[in-house]
Every structure is written in structure tokens, then in C-alpha cells.
């Protein structure tokens, strides 16, 4: 088990810039989590794949952000057109649908990509 | 919609008890959760409810009342490491996406 992996760990750019972050979950989840995160705020709910199928986006989602998981395994959030109120910490996650109980519910984050946009 | 409600910040001494309390309103309530983040670092799972009652994992145990609407995280033995940001969460509906309170900080002291 080698964990969630999010890369970059940093990216700063120019407001109006293109970004792209991207998540490789534990290799068994088949469920992936996008998260924002903002100083002094919990975690807030992006987006979410099982497998490769997005079956759910938050409204914080403008139509600027655009995620997918295109073979069901690592997944790609891109930004565009980005703005400094886009600067925030952004989280992935991973769980495992296929076990139910008490494990359903336990999502593994990775470390995140930090976006400053100046 | 759903909201959670904890306390900002805790402060405690090395070798105490603390107990975080945290408040929900949300519909088709499914789990609730509790993840400890250090600064600059990743949410790291500690706990889940989906029952009333206790668990118990370590230094660490979490209750739920769903009755209640209300859980909390208890932390025992504290040392200077569990100083960190505390989050409570809900699952609710699919029971996939979490909903995060706006943390606890616990500074823990000597």
C-alpha cells in the first residue's frame, strides 16, 4: 500500500493560466475523491468517480474545473482560465466501495497540490 | 444541506483527557468520521460511527448519538504529536462524498 500520490506538490501561476493536477489512488480503491481546502476550513467536496464513471460534482464546480478518471485508476483535475480565488490546497482521496460495513466510509487522502495564483 | 458544528480551538496538557464535540444537521445521516490533519499535511482517518454507541481504537474513541444529532472524539493520554486540527465529517445519502466541519485545533502543552 503506497498511499494516495497527488503531483505537484506545489504550483504557482499567473492568473488566467491553465492547470492540471493529477491523483493516483491506492491501486484497489475504485472509488476517487476531489477536495478543496482553504486555511482554516474542513475539507470541501469537489467531485467523485467510481471506477471511471463520475457520478457526482458539487456546485462549487464551475465550469472552469473539469476532473476525469479516464481508465478507472489515476485522475486528472484541470483548471482553467484560473483565478486568484482558485488559490487553495486541493485534496484527492480514494475508498473501497467493495467491502461495506464499517470500512465503506473510509477515505485516504493524499497530501495534496497546493495552487497559489498570482 | 448539511452543517456540522465543533469548537475552534482546544487547548490541553501532555498526559490529559480531551473530548472534541462536534453537532450535525444533515439528511439521510449514514456515518460520521473524525481525521486529524497536521499543518501542511493530509487528512488522516482516525474514526467512524454508523452506530450509536463507542469505538474505541487506541488512545483514541468516538461516539455518536444519532438521536442526538451529535458526536464526539475523546483523546486519552495526550502528547505533544496530537496537536493538530481535528475534523468531524458526515456521510450522508450515497454515503460517498464527506462533509467536513471547520475543524478543532488542539494545542496540547506541557
Known amino acids: 500500500d503506497t498511499g494516495v500520490s497527488q503531483d505537484p506538490r506545489h504550483k504557482i501561476t499567473k492568473r488566467g493560466q491553465n492547470v492540471t493536477f493529477r491523483c493516483d489512488p491506492i491501486?484497489?480503491?475504485?472509488?476517487l475523491y476531489w477536495y478543496r481546502q482553504t486555511l482554516g476550513q474542513g475539507p470541501e467536496f469537489l467531485t467523485y468517480f467510481q471506477n471511471e464513471a463520475q457520478l457526482e460534482k458539487s456546485r462549487l464546480l464551475s465550469d472552469r474545473f473539469s476532473a476525469e478518471r479516464p481508465k478507472g485508476s489515476f485522475s486528472t483535475l484541470e483548471i482553467q482560465r484560473t483565478e486568484q480565488g482558485d488559490s487553495a490546497m486541493y485534496l484527492c482521496?480514494?475508498?473501497?466501495?467493495?467491502?461495506?460495513?464499517?470500512?465503506?466510509?473510509?477515505?485516504?487522502f493524499g497530501a495534496g497540490t497546493r495552487l497559489s495564483v498570482l | 444541506g448539511q452543517s456540522l458544528e465543533q469548537p475552534s480551538e482546544v487547548t490541553a496538557v501532555e498526559g490529559a483527557i480531551v473530548q472534541i464535540n462536534c453537532t450535525y444537521q444533515?439528511?439521510?445521516?449514514?456515518?460520521l468520521s473524525w481525521y486529524q490533519q497536521h499543518d501542511g499535511g493530509a487528512p488522516t482517518f482516525l474514526s467512524y460511527?454508523?452506530?450509536?454507541g463507542l469505538e474505541e481504537t487506541g488512545r483514541f474513541s468516538s461516539f455518536l448519538s444519532r438521536s442526538d444529532s451529535y458526536g464526539y472524539l475523546l483523546l486519552q493520554e495526550l502528547q505533544m504529536k496530537d496537536s493538530a486540527s481535528y475534523f468531524c465529517?458526515?456521510?450522508?445519502?450515497?454515503?460517498?462524498?464527506?462533509?467536513f466541519g471547520t475543524g478543532t485545533r488542539l494545542q496540547v502543552t506541557l
Open positions: 460511527n454508523a452506530l450509536d
Open positions: 465529517a458526515v456521510s450522508a445519502g450515497t454515503a460517498s462524498k464527506l462533509t
Open positions: 444533515t439528511s439521510g445521516f449514514y456515518g
Open positions: 491501486s484497489e480503491h475504485n472509488r
Open positions: 482521496a480514494s475508498s473501497s466501495s467493495g467491502t461495506g460495513g464499517r470500512t465503506k466510509n473510509i477515505q485516504y
